[in-house]
């Protein structure tokens, strides 16, 4: 039956007639192990394909999931891991048996005539070999993977004229995205393995037509060459023996070691250093002589170069010899290239940074950084946030500084956001010891995922400057993963932006139609804290006077000074003009009655009058008096008792009480006793001032000196006697040219208070046409004429 099917399917295909041909291909004297490097190189990108489609089934080309799903692979589904490391590895086995193979048609002469197309296309599935390789970089989206990718793409864009464009190709856009990765994923799933299947078929053809290169022959001298063996059983034995054995390593290598992955790709991470895979170090260690512009020489130039001369190689190199020592020149070309790619490479795992061994105490120090979540704002040589310093660049060798630091973080800056932790003093000094073993070539420790794991927006830059208008769009979605505190561990120093300019006057509209946003960062008992007298549960409209009553100023700090006003206006009748305080006095009781309860009077008054106002109110209220009067009393009102302007104004004490002290001494009686006075005027009065001073000090006040009355009447003479005499005494320089206009006519006028006016006036006037009380224009011109006349001639 078996022969049936197998010989019904030949008929139909001839693929068991082609399959037999293939096996039964004869095969020369000499062919053997060194000849399982091809079957090794087709069998590891078997293993691709199939671990490929099988990881193919969970992978997600996208950056929110990429990550994820190749965690999610590694570490939860079942096998997931081993087949994950199966293709991760053998990629790495596929570059080296690939490698190892070219070497091994070089030495052996294999290029040269008849075979130079299959060394061709072995340049070819090199080339796509290495291709896979870089572009299965970008696919699990990790640290490594995105800066891979940066350096990668920066490196083509470095050509010249044609360099920009084909980094935008590469990654979709002006910088590494979602573009770039799926991109990365058509290439590395669909085009490169279809030219490398292509190319594969193609070669295994030539090399079946061509027959496989016995070893150490001359070309053309082949024609000698014996056939004793078959491709099957003899070659196909040895190489499944070969294929067992590195599958058998390829497993041991994933299941104890397992495939890396770092942690999720954060383009904010300027700092991290990306180091390529080992068949990639060597390019990583020439590209460092080769610093800014020079770098198109040493990523573009110097392998274009070589790859041309591998491809021209089998047509330049016709001497018909493939034993190694008699070609001399190819050989020493090959030790060259093989000793500087080894070099390279020996010299790039060298160059990489080796990270302190960190003792007992240490780390227990790091355990407690990674728990409290440190690496959410400080970061490790570009690895964690970005939010505080990164602790590998700043100095962290100050023990007690730290301690400090550590136990309270606003010690130095006090508008520092990181929070305070109550640590044990034998936690403070592992973590303080962690903290100063931090150098220049550490990295941030590997945390398992706690929880749920940070979405991709979290990853972008300026996440956190911008995260506010994310909580905006919808606050719902942060309490999916974080709890109300959770914000507070940032914002217990800084408020929020919308939380200034007078928030808590306007919150209540945010509040009563988003609450939301409150419950994004608040619980319930917050707002409680604040509104606990003043709740505005459902009945606050009608229970809000005993609140306002309770806390009188409570109110204000949300609302305005007009606010009550929207409600109570309508129930202010016409008479509470503005200045209704100061009026209400005068109202009738009754009226009042309409509107406020018998209380409401004794929130101010008690009765009609405050507290204070008692039967000693009159003889002690100047003591109180004061701004508190006037909510009540207008300057009036005092005024209608005290008759003066209370309180006395400015110069009151030094001038202008006098006049009326003289005038009205009963206007001073009804604050201040006899007593008060006395306080200032202690002097007694001089000897000379007898009954008949008043009549005579004028003759006596000019033989005394201003000082002698300047003691008792105040600054300047002059002023002190305008109190009485009402014009400036002594009479100033001019002063008979200008005395007829105080009245000097007039019987009662001021003069008469010193002078007898018949007498002293005739002094100076003509008697005979003076006439006392005569204020005619022509006696005063005839008067002033002569009074001038007179005055000259004193003069």
């Known amino acids: 039956m ?69 965690d999610y692979i590694t570490h939860v589904l079942p096998f997931g891991g081993i087949i994950r490391g199966l293709h991760h590895y053998c990629a790495s086995a596929m570059a080296l048996i690939v490698g190892l193979h070219m070497l091994q048609v070089y030495v052996w002469g294999a290029y040269k005539k008849p075979r130079q197309i299959i060394w061709v296309l072995g340049v070819g599935l090199l080339l796509l070999t290495m291709g896979l390789a870089f572009t299965g970089y ?16 920066n490196i083509a864009g470095s050509v010249p004229v044609l360099g920009e464009y ?50 150490w022959r001359k070309v053309g001298d082949e024609q000698n060459i014996e056939y004793t063996q078959r491709f099957y059983p003899e ?34 991470e300027t700092g991290y250093v990306p180091r390529p895979e080992w068949f990639f170090l060597y390019m990583f260690q020439f590209l460092m002589y080769f610093p800014g512009k020079l770098e198109f020489v040493g990523a573009v130039l110097v392998p274009a170069i070589t790859v041309v001369v591998f491809l021209v190689l089998p047509y330049v190199d016709t001497s018909p010899h493939r034993v190694p020592r008699r070609r001399p020149y190819a050989m020493a070309l090959a030790t060259v290239v093989f000793c500087v790619i080894s070099g390279l490479g020996l010299m790039g795992l060298a160059s990489a940074p080796r990270q302190k061994e960190l003792n007992r105490q240490e780390k227990i120090g790091e355990k407690i950084f990674m728990d409290l979540r440190c690496s959410t704002c400080h970061g490790i040589n570009g690895g964690g946030g970005t939010a505080g310093p990164d602790l590998a660049g700043a100095n962290l060798n100050d023990q007690k500084r730290l301690t400090v630091l550590v136990r309270n973080p606003q010690a130095f800056n006090p508008r520092s956001i990181m929070p305070q932790y109550n640590l044990p003093p034998g936690k403070v000094e592992s973590l303080v010891a962690f903290l100063m073993s931090i150098g220049q070539n550490s990295q941030m420790p590997e945390s398992p995922e706690v929880g749920p794991k940070k979405p991709q927006s979290h990853f972008e830059e300026g996440w956190l400057t911008g995260h506010k208008y994310e909580v905006r769009k919808d606050p719902t979605q942060c309490s999916s993963c974080h709890k109300p505190a959770f914000c507070q561990t940032c914002h217990q ?3 929020p932006d919308s939380h200034m300019n007078q928030w808590i006057k306007s919150h209540f509209g945010t509040a009563t139609e988003k609450p939301e946003y409150c419950a994004v960062c608040h619980e319930r008992s917050f707002c409680t804290n604040c509104h606990k007298d003043v709740l505005h549960t459902a009945k606050w409209i009608s229970q809000h006077k005993r609140g306002f009553a309770k806390r009188p100023g409570i109110c204000q700090e949300c609302h305005t000074t007009d606010f009550c006003v929207a409600c109570h206006k309508g129930a202010e009748p016409q008479s509470h003009v503005p200045n209704w305080i100061h009026r209400h006095q005068r109202a009738d009781a009754r009226t009042c009655n309409v509107c406020h309860a018998k209380d409401f009077c004794s929130s101010c008054h008690k009765g009609a009058k405050p507290d204070t106002h008692n039967e000693q ?40 009480h006098q006049p009326v002290a003289r005038e009205n001494p009963a206007v001073c009686a009804t604050c201040h006793q006899q007593s008060f006075c006395l306080k200032c005027h202690t002097r007694q009065k001089p000897a000379s001032h007898t009954p008949q001073w008043k009549a005579i000090h004028g003759g006596r006040v000019k033989e005394m000196s201003d000082a002698a009355c300047l003691s008792c009447h105040g600054k ?19 002063f008979a040219l200008k005395h007829a206009g105080v009245g000097s006519f007039k019987s009662d006028s001021l003069c008469s208070k010193c002078h007898t006016l018949k007498k002293f006036c005739t002094q100076c006037h003509d008697s005979d046409k003076f006439t006392l009380g005569d204020t005619s224009s022509g006696q ?16």
């Open 780 to 795: 005063a011109r005839a008067m002033r004429s002569v009074s001038a006349r007179r005055a000259g001639g004193r003069r």
């Open 716 to 734: 300047g003479s002059r002023i002190a006697c305008l109190n009485c005499h009402g014009v400036e005494m002594p009479h100033p320089d001019g």
């Open 235 to 268: 070659q196909l034995f040895k190489d499944i023996v070969a294929a067992l054995g590195v599958f058998l390593v390829l497993y041991f290598l994933a299941w104890h070691f397992g495939a890396p992955l770092e942690r999720m790709a954060n383009p904010s």
């Open 617 to 656: 109110w009159p003889k002690t209220h100047g003591r109180s008096a004061g701004a508190g009067c006037r909510q009540c009393h207008t300057q009036k009102f005092c005024a209608s008792c005290h008759k003066v302007e209370i309180p006395h104004p400015a110069r009151w004490k030094s001038r202008l």
């Open 2 to 70: 078996i022969r049936k099917i197998f010989r019904w399917i030949d008929e139909q295909s001839d693929l068991v007639s082609i399959i037999h041909h293939f096996l039964e291909e004869p095969l020369a004297k000499g062919v053997g192990w060194p000849h399982v490097f091809g079957s090794l190189a087709l069998f590891s990108f078997t293993i691709q394909v199939v671990t490929g489609v099988f990881l193919l089934l969970y992978y997600t080309p996208t950056p929110d999931h990429a990550h994820e799903t190749v």
């Open 166 to 215: 084909v980094r935008s190709l590469a990654r979709g856009g002006d910088s590494v995205g979602a573009l770039t990765l799926t991109r990365f994923f058509t290439i590395h799933t669909c085009i490169l393995p279809v030219l490398l299947i292509g190319l594969t078929i193609f070669h295994l053809f030539q090399v079946r037509k061509r027959g496989i290169t016995p070893p």
């Open 138 to 153: 970008l696919l699990p989206w990790d640290q490594k993977a995105y800066w891979a990718a940066v350096v990668g793409t």
């Open 493 to 495: 120093k800084r408020r």
